[in-house]
């Protein structure tokens, strides 16, 4: 079947082999619509092929929506967001809404800004990716005018939730260095006020706590979710009397950071000291040497959200509380074997079947 840029709604029906309104129905959402499974894959595999674009203006006309859903987010810059803009993009399109997008900087986060994303006009629902565990935030979701969706965090007293397992992510990356012989790791933590940080750290210690490694404080430097505060966070750990041989960090760009320091200081990665780091995008390839990473489904985190959402919008659901696990390592170059020593045999303890799963870059 051949792609027609100006499809109409009529010739989705008749190549469908529906009527008018069936197809209608099927393409608008309707959920008290109760089509076959059969025929509603067949209209939107039609639609799909045909290239058909509703109306959104004439659907919101008469039915009271703008089809539009917003997402916010705090670092347009961070190679994290884009991912999940991406996934909740395409899954908004499956349903006939178009995303607005609306970057919140992190100054910019007065209550007024908070009310603001809470009653936007503009849309139906928005899905709201944050760095902060802030009262404000929930406090002003909590008094929605729209449904919502909480992005990459738990919001305390705010139900709706698309989140990653932290904490099986860091449980991982650190399994993967004990595996290896290390002993003497630090992490690069998050912000320890906040849901993340607080995950990533118990997954960090649950991993040394299953190898009998001991605990320790000094091993433990917040970085955050930047560049500079990886910079930081290095310099202060290569001031201890006995640096780490390994790192685990939070995000790829503390670790890009940390790994500027150790080439500025001449110390060799991984030689001397591996890092491997939560999250995975382009930028862990283009590093050097290129960092190894826990990838975690940064698309289908934005696509599940948006699922929900929708769900929400269309009284299909009441909440929404997703919670996805990692894909597995990354293995590339950044981790290698602790110096002078051979990889360690695995504790029977130990993480096995989070630490085993590899993935090519």
């Given amino acids: 079947m051949s792609r027609h840029p100006d499809a109409t709604l009529s010739d989705v029906a008749h190549a469908a082999g529906v009527a008018l309104s069936t197809a209608s129905r099927i393409l608008n959402g309707e959920s008290g619509h109760r089509a076959a499974s059969a025929t509603r894959d067949r209209v939107l595999a039609v639609a799909r092929q045909l290239n058909y674009q509703p109306n959104a203006l004439a659907r919101g006309l008469r039915t009271a929506r703008t089809y539009t859903l917003g997402i916010a987010?705090?670092?347009?810059?961070?190679?994290?967001?884009?991912?999940?803009?991406?996934?909740?993009?395409?899954?908004?399109?499956?349903?006939?809404?178009?995303?607005?997008?609306?970057?919140?900087?992190?100054?910019?986060?007065?209550?007024?800004?908070?009310?603001?994303?809470?009653?936007?006009?503009?849309?139906?629902?928005?899905?709201?990716?944050?760095?902060?565990?802030?009262?404000?935030?929930?406090?002003?979701?909590?008094?929605?005018?729209?449904?919502?969706?909480?992005?990459?965090?738990?919001?305390?007293?705010?139900?709706?939730?698309?989140?990653?397992?932290?904490?099986?992510?860091?449980?991982?990356?650190?399994?993967?260095?004990?595996?290896?012989?290390?002993?003497?790791?630090?992490?690069?933590?998050?912000?320890?006020?906040?849901?993340?940080?607080?995950?990533?750290?118990?997954?960090?210690?649950?991993?040394?706590?299953?190898?009998?490694?001991?605990?320790?404080?000094?091993?433990?430097?917040?970085a955050g979710y930047t560049f500079e505060g990886g910079e930081i966070a290095m310099r202060e750990l290569l001031r201890r009397t006995a640096r780490p041989t390994g790192i685990v960090a939070a995000t790829m760009l503390a670790a890009?950071?940390?790994?500027?320091?150790?080439?500025?200081?001449?110390?060799?990665?991984?030689?001397?000291?591996?890092?491997?780091?939560?999250?995975?995008?382009?930028?862990?390839?283009m590093l050097h040497p290129p960092l190894t990473t826990v990838r975690l489904p940064l698309h289908e985190l934005g696509a599940s959200a948006t699922r929900g959402l929708l769900d929400l919008i269309e009284g299909k659901a009441t909440s929404v509380a997703i919670m996805l696990p990692p894909q597995g390592l990354v293995l590339r170059a950044s981790t290698g074997p602790v110096a002078g020593g051979a990889p360690a045999a695995r504790s029977p303890r130990a993480p096995a079947a989070r630490a085993a799963r590899a993935l090519r870059p």
């Fill in 256 to 285: 890009a950071g940390a790994m500027k320091v150790l080439h500025a200081e001449g110390v060799a990665i991984p030689g001397e000291i591996s890092i491997v780091a939560i999250h995975d995008a382009t930028i862990a390839d």
């Fill in 73 to 222: 987010v705090p670092q347009l810059e961070n190679p994290v967001f884009p991912q999940i803009i991406v996934g909740a993009e395409a899954a908004a399109r499956e349903r006939g809404y178009s995303l607005l997008i609306s970057h919140v900087a992190e100054s910019d986060t007065d209550s007024r800004t908070y009310e603001r994303l809470a009653g936007v006009s503009r849309v139906d629902g928005l899905l709201v990716a944050t760095l902060e565990d802030d009262t404000r935030l929930a406090a002003a979701l909590a008094s929605a005018s729209k449904p919502f969706v909480v992005l990459n965090r738990k919001l305390r007293g705010v139900a709706n939730h698309a989140v990653f397992d932290s904490f099986a992510a860091a449980e991982m990356a650190t399994a993967h260095l004990i595996a290896l012989g290390h002993r003497r790791i630090a992490h690069l933590a998050g912000r320890l006020q906040g849901y993340n940080g607080t995950r990533r750290l118990a997954g960090f210690r649950a991993a040394l706590r299953a190898a009998g490694i001991p605990r320790d404080a000094e091993l433990v430097m917040q």
